[in-house]
């Protein structure tokens, strides 16, 4: 809720600077304007942002009729996330230029990492994979070295926003 909108971005933002730690911005996917919301968390002092934030969903058991989770709604992440994850980081870097931005959704593979880089990503997390499989994390990072020898790239920075042309 804290980046369902420009403001309370900004605000919470300014807010988290009190700690006198750098401020990363963690955002949803679902709102109407992400690049406006990045932008505003960016313009309250945010070294960086992460996106995207687990998608609201919703599983309902048709035996019982109820929703499968106890509170009812969840959020989705792992691979169903990550084309919505990728689009959140090409449109915060079409609109906001080269700005820091951590990517998360649905990286499983060394693949999946590259086209977070390309999108605009400097670096990429990796949450739902590393839950299945404690050893996904160091296979991504093994498999993107050699995916980087093979296709000649010195460093992983030279990837970043390398899609946008
Ligand atoms: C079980 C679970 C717990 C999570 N808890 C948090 C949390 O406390 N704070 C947060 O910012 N994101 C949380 N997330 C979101 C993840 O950090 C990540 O942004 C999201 O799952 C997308 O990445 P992934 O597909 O690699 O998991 C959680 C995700 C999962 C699956």
Sequence with gaps: MFSASPDSAAATTAVSLGCGRAVWAKLSPAVADLPAVAGAAFGAGAEAVTLVNTMPAMVIDIDSRRPVLG???GGLSGAPLHPIAVRAVWDCREVLGPVPIVASGGVATAEDAVEMLLAGASAVQVGTASFRD?????????????????????????????AHG
Excluded: F, Y
């Excluded at 994390?137 to 010195?154: E, M, N, Y």
């Design 71 to 73: 509170a009812g709604g």
């Design 134 to 162: 404690p050893r996904s994390i160091s296979k991504i990072l093994r498999d993107l070295r050699k995916w980087c020898d093979r296709h000649g790239v010195a460093r992983v920075s030279e990837l970043t926003g390398a």
